[in-house]
């Protein structure tokens, strides 16, 4: 099963089409890292993070893994071994706090983009999360809840996202 986004303004899975919203500058197969821009590709995708303070867990076939304070995702070049990945939160690492005050990471699956083998500075912490206005992303795939919630329902573990 793979998530299409299409446009800027289009993720459709199946016969499914959500409006959602992508980087600020669009998409692009030269991502770096700040660029403001979404990846363009096919991409694996990783489990959902929920936050249980704010909802029920959701009805998914994909690993379900409780948001925790200390949680974040390193996006600091100065650190190559922790780049792109869930880290605990240290004030020397640059990071995005996964438990925000914000409900924009109460649902977020990750993009594996410059997963495996990330190298530094082609981008990191690309992530699906949650939007209530469609304001364009710093490079991540948003959506409303309701839709998300839809989606989470649909997808399986082996699923992929391909962004055009």
Same mark, same amino acid.
Not at 51 to 64: S, Y
Not at 79 to 88: C, D, M, S, T, V
Not at 100 to 128: A, E, H, M, Q, T
């Given at each position: ?6 446009? *800027? ?6 016969e ?7 980087? *600020? $500058?669009?998409?692009?197969?030269? *991502? ?31 690993k379900?893994?409780?948001?925790? $304070? ?21 004030? $020397? ?22 997963? +495996?083998?990330p ?24 959506? +409303? ?11 399986? +573990? +082996?699923?992929?996202i *391909?962004?055009?």
């Amino acid at each position: 099963m793979t998530i299409f986004v299409k446009n *800027k303004h289009t993720l459709q899975i199946d016969e499914f089409k959500f409006t959602c919203c992508i980087g *600020k $500058k669009g998409s692009t197969t030269d *991502k770096k890292e700040g660029d403001k821009k979404t990846p363009k590709g096919v991409f694996e995708i990783g489990n959902l993070y929920y936050r249980k303070d704010r909802m029920e867990k959701p009805l998914t076939l994909l690993k379900c893994i409780e948001i925790k $304070k200390e949680m974040g995702w390193c996006d600091d070049i100065h650190f190559p071994k922790k780049y792109n990945k869930l880290i605990k939160v240290n004030n $020397k690492i640059r990071h995005e706090k996964l438990k925000r005050k914000d409900y924009k990471y109460d649902l977020l699956i990750p993009i594996k983009y410059n997963f +495996k083998k990330p190298i530094v500075g082609l981008g990191s912490c690309i992530f699906i999360h949650l939007t209530r206005d469609y304001k364009p992303t710093a490079g991540c795939v948003a959506l +409303k809840e309701k839709d998300f919630l839809i989606m989470l329902r649909i997808l399986k +573990k +082996k699923s992929k996202i *391909k962004i055009f």
